[in-house]
């Protein structure tokens, strides 16, 4: 447990939703609680970026229809946020 309170620390304030962020990444964490709410685990997402992805399907973007990206979950992420980012 001691390795718990130390992550727990180290993390700082978990959300509403059990997740915290950790300061200058992608990455998040999530705390997995007892019913009396104490922490008994822990999750970690590692976050990466992915530039240059866009490039790839910016003509398509242009039409404001629907793309259906099909593969590995991180390309759809990248690919999602660059064309967020473009759209505004």
Do not use: P, W
């Amino acid at each position: 447990m001691k390795e718990l309170e130390y992550a727990e620390q180290a993390v700082g304030e978990f959300g509403k939703d059990n997740r915290a962020g950790i300061e200058g990444t992608l990455h998040r964490i999530s705390a997995i609680r007892s019913r009396n709410g104490h922490i008994v685990g822990l999750t970690c997402r590692v976050g990466r970026a992915v530039t240059g992805q866009i490039d790839m399907v910016y003509d398509l973007l242009q039409y404001g229809k629907s793309i259906l990206f099909v593969g590995r979950y991180i390309t759809h992420c990248s690919l999602l946020g660059n064309s967020f980012l473009l759209m505004f």
